[in-house]
């Protein structure tokens, strides 16, 4: 009877842990259901020189728009399209819109796409390749390190009639001709170019294609498909059809503005855009320290269904997705305090939207719902207009601001009738204080009769970045290093003249926050420098050496060979010429390194321990030069500076050993110990893993210097300065030496090697001519201390410039470094659009600011772009 109680006990207990956990793990799929999803990044390109989200603001918040004449740069016939008289059959009586004049131009040699492709790929698909890029690194990713993770990519797009025209194609393009020109490819070619495997897919829902897709990819986020999503839209209008279309049917803005929602709407006006943005859910991005922009609380798709006409709004359709989006956000109409509209600037369309949303948030409200729309200041960018909306409201949100709308001082009469419920913001304003996050809506209606509509909130509270110091100084006692790095030499310069911009137009900025995020935010590519300095002006000044490609102090540029084979070099003792210095380097890195320090007394215990009798001061010399060695190479290994090989020569003979795991420190140190008093190191060999190393160090030749190989710790020696070391060097083709020694020279007869010394502990001596040729070795000093100036960051900068792959999360641990904003990557773009009859070679002009498309110039461009993957290094 016992037994049988204790057995039903146990089942209830066990009954109540499994509903416990059932009810725990429901729980748990309803908040992933109900989980915000967080704005993280944004990369655009609109009319009127828009490359940037600050550009857009800039656009939005001043006094111009972004319209303009037809572009004269895609085959088009300016001049034969045009006649006053709208309904004239193949004309317009239109001849401006929101233009992105820039649209040809790509750089496709950094998405290691040849001239053949790019030129028969739809320019939709080259600009969002680039925004894409822009999106993850403004959201201070390094796009390579998500490649092979799970990231979607959802893109609402239409079939532009690119190169249908066209009677002949380039050499080698027709292959091209499928995935160049169909939409659904333009996701996956984003996926594939990144390497992200999440859901990857391309939509068509008209004008609301890209809040559509910002919808799906919120559903994809929220049931775990993938936890990064990439969303965005895009519109480049390939030919005038569009133009002559409306000009038929007369329903288009003489001028080619949208008034939007005014007394003075008389049509639409096209334009151009591309715009995506990078999503993480909120709890994620929380998590994981990300700068949030901005909330996406709740969404709602619907259509017009069978009302009254295929192509004609229903407002009782809009009415209905917006309490839909409001109860997915549990959101009340009083909760929302703008509503950017989709505002085409046609009088019908913009009454039956604004009577939907009078409807639909409550004619009785007790404060005013705020009503703009972007394409007053850009023209309607067709599918991109969604993506134009919400980048808006993002900006308007993180600055707080209404942001104006044009031609809003004589609201249409349908918004007029009500103005204590609905207002057109006519001049920028403060966000009204609600008490309330700040919060609002964006809506996008399509052709097709597809309607979304999209809720946002305010970013929660996080950690304010910290202001920085005033220009010129910052206080601390270590060197900090900025690393820039571009796909190609010019690359590499521009990227030096958009951070000089930047540094301009935010001065305040901590020098020790760009340092960390350009380590840790940006992609590294073949062509690098290394700047390093003790504050703002020292490292703005070598910024501009790089930017004018010229030598400087505190200056080291690499090759643009790739990666070198890494080479751990120990010196012997110099006796004490080098006491000093090995000791100001141990007192300082004791107070900055843990890892240092701890490894280092390890060490100097187990010397003090194997010796019975006082350590004298020679015995005291060669045991801190030994542990300084082998705990500094720890540190250098610890940042991720692993060595294919080691040398040593003398005491630096056991330190190579260590430094490769053939010898323990500790028992390194007993026979450094055992060195230095005059014995015999081999009488620790007992306490030597069993390599090929032991009876060579039972051996004691102290004259030669040791090669060993990672990981499989197999040894040889060859005097130093031998054919034999030559020829080991030369196996490496060229190797980066890091040399841990405290005096200037190697002393290793280093075929071909360039040394690159630090003075003062902070500045490296400039090598804009630094070997770069098979065989040649670059010898970087790893140990160099000078008035107690920290080694570890200039030399690893250094490393960097010659193809190392630091670990700078590592590296930059106490620092106080944390990410900021910094300017997206230099695109180096040429010009490519089939038909056209110039056949120019334009390329970007060179802007510290970015891309401009409202100033262009001819070039003849150097050589035909090479493909090669995103990812190279």
């Known amino acids: 009877m016992h037994s049988n109680e204790e057995r039903l006990r146990d089942y209830l207990k066990r009954v109540t842990g499994d509903l416990q956990a059932a009810r725990a793990r429901v729980r748990e799929l309803e908040e992933d259901t109900r989980d915000a999803v967080a704005v993280i990044g944004m990369g655009c390109r609109w009319p009127g020189g828009v490359s ?448 000089l911009a930047d540094l301009a137009a935010r001065p305040g900025r901590s020098v020790r926050d760009i340092g960390w995020s350009l380590a840790l935010t940006r992609a590294s590519f073949a062509h690098r420098a290394a700047v390093l300095g003790d504050d703002r002006d020292a490292l703005t000044a070598g910024l501009r050496a790089v930017a004018d490609g010229r030598a400087e102090a505190g200056v080291v540029r690499g090759g643009s060979g790739g990666r070198r084979q890494i080479v751990f070099a120990f010196p012997e003792y110099g006796g004490a010429a080098d006491r000093d210095a090995w000791a100001e380097l141990v007192a300082t890195l004791r107070d900055r390194s843990p890892g240092f320090s701890a490894l280092y007394e390890r060490c100097r215990t187990a010397a003090e321990a194997s010796l019975a009798d006082a350590v004298d001061a020679q015995v005291e010399e060669q045991v801190t030069a030994y542990a300084a060695m082998a705990a500094l190479a720890n540190l250098w290994r610890s940042c991720g500076v692993r060595p294919a090989a080691v040398v040593g020569d003398g005491l630096g003979e056991i330190a190579a050993a260590c430094a490769v795991g053939a010898v323990r420190p500790e028992d390194g140190a007993r026979m450094a110990a055992l060195r230095g008093s005059g014995g015999d190191p081999g009488a620790a060999a007992p306490a030597v893993a069993e390599t090929d190393a032991a009876s060579w160090y039972s051996a004691g030749q102290a004259t030669e210097l040791v090669l060993g190989t990672v990981p499989t710790g197999h040894w040889r020696s060859a005097p130093a300065g031998s054919e034999a070391l030559g020829k080991a060097f030369a196996q490496w083709d060229g190797p980066l030496v890091i040399w841990f020694g405290v005096a200037g020279g190697t002393g290793f007869g280093v075929p071909g090697g360039k040394e690159i010394g630090l003075s003062g502990g902070t500045e490296a001596g400039a090598s804009a001519d630094a070997p770069d040729r098979p065989g040649a070795a670059v010898v970087i000093p790893g140990a160099h201390c000078r008035d107690g100036a920290d080694p570890l960051l200039p030399g690893l900068a250094t490393a960097f410039a010659y193809g190392a792959s630091p670990d700078w999360r590592v590296a930059y641990d106490g620092t106080g470094g944390r990410a900021v904003s910094l300017p997206t990557y230099a695109f180096q773009r040429r010009s490519y659009w089939l038909g056209r009859d110039d056949r120019d070679d334009r390329e970007d002009p060179a802007t510290p600011e970015g891309h401009d498309d409202r100033h262009h110039h001819d070039n003849q461009h150097a050589a035909a772009a090479a493909p090669g993957p995103v990812s190279a290094s």
Not at 146 to 164: C, E, H, I, K, N
Not at 286 to 315: F, Q, Y
Not at 462 to 474: F, I, S, V, Y
Request: net charge negative.
């Open 52 to 499: 940037s989200p600050d550009d857009l603001w800039r656009l939005l918040t001043g006094d111009a728009d972004g319209i303009s004449a037809f572009p004269d740069n895609r085959g088009w016939d300016v001049a034969g399209l045009y006649d006053p008289t709208p309904g004239t059959p193949g004309r317009t009586h239109v001849r401006t819109g929101g233009f992105l004049h820039d649209a040809d131009l790509f750089d496709a040699e950094f998405f290691g796409i040849d001239d053949a492709e790019a030129t028969m790929m739809d320019p939709q698909q080259r600009l969002l390749l680039e925004t894409g890029w822009e999106a993850v690194e403004d959201a201070r990713i390094d796009p390579r390190t998500l490649r092979g993770s799970d990231t979607g990519v959802f893109l609402g797009m239409a079939r532009q009639p690119y190169g249908d025209a066209v009677d002949a194609f380039p050499e080698d393009g027709i292959r091209h001709r499928m995935t160049g020109s169909i939409t659904s490819v333009a996701a996956g070619r984003l996926s594939y170019t990144f390497g992200f495997e999440g859901p990857s897919t391309t939509l068509d829902a008209a004008c609301a294609s890209g809040l559509v897709a910002l919808h799906l990819a919120r559903q994809s986020l929220r049931n775990r498909d993938c936890s990064l999503a990439l969303v965005g839209a895009a519109t480049v209008m390939a030919d005038a059809e569009i133009f002559l279309e409306y000009s038929r049917q007369d329903a288009m803005a003489p001028d080619g503005r949208c008034k939007s929602f005014s007394a003075a709407a008389d049509g639409a006006g096209w334009a151009d855009g591309v715009g995506v943005v990078l999503l993480e859910r909120l709890s994620d991005a929380v998590r994981n320290g990300r700068r949030i922009l901005a909330v996406v609380r709740g969404s709602a798709v619907n259509h017009d269904g069978a009302s009254n006409g295929l192509t004609a709004p229903n407002g009782p359709s809009q009415q209905r997705m917006i309490r839909k989006a409001l109860a997915d956000a549990r959101l009340s109409p009083g909760q929302i305090d703008l509503v950017e509209g989709h505002g085409t600037g046609t009088p019908l369309g913009d009454a039956i939207e604004a009577d939907a949303l009078l409807a639909a948030y409550g004619a009785e409200r007790d404060r005013p719902l705020w009503l703009g729309s972007v394409k007053s200041h850009l023209g309607h960018p067709q599918a991109a207009a969604g993506m134009a909306g919400l980048m808006k409201v993002v900006l308007a949100l993180r600055h707080g601001t209404l942001p104006p709308s044009r031609y809003a001082d004589r609201p249409a009469e349908t918004v007029e009738r009500s103005p204590g419920a609905l207002r057109l913001v006519a001049r920028a304003a403060p966000w009204p204080e609600t008490g309330q996050p700040r919060r609002a809506a964006v809506s996008a209606f399509g052709v097709s009769g597809t309607n979304v509509h999209t809720v946002l909130e305010q970013a929660p509270e996080q950690t304010p970045e910290p202001a920085g110091t005033a220009p010129g100084a910052e206080p601390g006692d270590r060197a900090v290093p900025w690393v820039l790095s571009g796909r190609t030499p010019d690359a590499l310069r521009d990227q030096a003249r958009r951070l």
